[in-house]
C-alpha cells in the first residue's frame, strides 16, 4: 500500500479535495502548494481551499519549481498525485512564459529528481486536461472520423461558430473523444498539459516507476475559486448573477461542456493509486453527456433568483472549442470509475454552497479586456 502522498497543488480545487479524501481512507498526506493569489486571493493563507486542508496534512508552501523543497518532498513519498499548474485556457495565450515554467518545467524537476535520486516513489498520478484533445473526436458524413483544426476567426467573425470539417470543410457532428483520439491542443494551457502527460509517461516508464494520467473535463463544485476570473464558467457566471451584472454569452450559447462534479473527480484519482491495472495509462474523467452554456447560465440565474440579463454576444475567445464530451467507458472498465452525480444534483450543491459564501469582486471584465487588449477576444 502506497502509505504516504505527496500531492503538488493540493490546496487547489481538485487537490484540497483529494486530499481530504486519501486523510479519511488513512493515508499520511503532504500538500505541497504555492497558494496563488489567482486561486487563494489577496490573503491566501484565509482562503476556504486552504482551510480545508490546514491542519488536517502535513502543509508546505512552496513551488514545484523549487529543486531543493521537491527532493525534501520526494524523499519521504510513497505516491505522488502532481496536481500543480497554472489554469485557464485564455490567460495561457499571453502569460505563456508563466504557464511554461509551472506546468512544463515543474514536471520536469519532478521527473528529474525521480531519474537521478533514490526516493520511495511507486506511482506518479498526474493531471492532463481535455484541453489536449483540441476540438476533440467528430463524425463527418463525407469522411467519416475526423479531429478539426482550431476554427478560422473569419468564419467565427461571421456569426458562423459551427466546427468544420478540415478535409471537405463541412459541418461535421460531435462524438464522444476517446483517449486514442488525436492529441491537437489548441491553447498554450493545453499544450503545456499534453507535456506534462508525455514527459510523466516516458520518464516514468524508462525508470520503472509506474504513471497515471487524467484527462479531466470541466470540473465544478463546492470549494472552486470563486475568485479567478480565468477559469470556470460556473463561477464566472454565480459571481456576475448574485450581483445583478448582466451575463455576456459567447458565441450563440449553444456550445457545450462536459461538466464533472469535484466528488466524481477525486473518486477517479483515488482510484488510480493502488491499482495495478492502470498503469502507464490515460483516462477521461467526466460524465460522458454534454451541456449547454445557455441551459447553465438560465439555471444559475433562475436558483440566484438574479435580475441580471442573460445576453448572447456572438463574441469569441480565439482558442476556445466549440463542444465536447468525454467516452469514459476505460475508466469504467479498468478503475471501476462511475460518475455518482448528475449535472442537475452537482449544479443544486454548487449553488447552494456559493449561496454561503460572500460576493467576491467580479473581474472577469477586466480579464476580458486583457484578452482584448492581446487581439484574442473578439
Known sequence: MHKHILITGG????????????VAQGYDVTV????????????????????????????????????????????????????????????????????????????????????NKKTPVKKVIVAESRAIYGEGKYSCKNCGTVYPLARKESDMANGDFAVKCPFCDQNINLVATDESSKIH???????????????????????????????????????QSLKNPYTGILSIFSNSLRQ????????????????????DVADATILAIENDRCAYKAFNVGTGKSVDVMTVAQYLKEFYKSDSEIRISS???????????????????????????TFEQGLKKFCEWVLTQPVEQDNYKKSLDEMKEKGLYK
Open 11 to 22: 490546496a487547489g480545487f481538485i487537490g484540497s479535495n483529494v486530499a481530504l479524501k486519501l
Open 32 to 115: 505541497l502548494d504555492s497558494l496563488e493569489k489567482q486561486i487563494h486571493g489577496e490573503t491566501p493563507e484565509k482562503s476556504q481551499l486552504y482551510m480545508f486542508v490546514k491542519d488536517k496534512v502535513d502543509f508546505v508552501k512552496g513551488s514545484v519549481t523549487d529543486r531543493e523543497v521537491m527532493e525534501r518532498l520526494l524523499c519521504r513519498a510513497d505516491a505522488v498525485i502532481h496536481l500543480a499548474a497554472e489554469t485557464g485556457t485564455g490567460q495561457s495565450m499571453y502569460e505563456i512564459e508563466k504557464y511554461c515554467r509551472t506546468n512544463i518545467c515543474g514536471t520536469a524537476l519532478l521527473l528529474d529528481i525521480l531519474a
Open 185 to 223: 491542443p489548441t491553447s498554450v494551457y493545453g499544450i503545456t498539459k499534453q507535456v506534462q502527460g508525455q514527459l510523466v509517461h516516458c520518464v516514468c516508464q524508462a525508470i520503472g516507476i509506474p504513471s497515471v494520467s487524467f484527462r479531466y473535463q470541466n470540473v465544478y463544485g463546492p470549494g
Open 244 to 263: 445583478n451584472h448582466d451575463i455576456n454569452i459567447f458565441e450563440d450559447g449553444t456550445e457545450s461542456r462536459d461538466f464533472v462534479y469535484i466528488d
Open 315 to 341: 463574441n469569441f475567445r480565439l482558442g476556445d472549442i466549440r463542444h465536447n464530451y468525454a467516452d469514459i467507458s476505460l475508466a469504467r472498465e479498468i478503475l471501476g470509475y462511475e460518475p455518482k452525480f
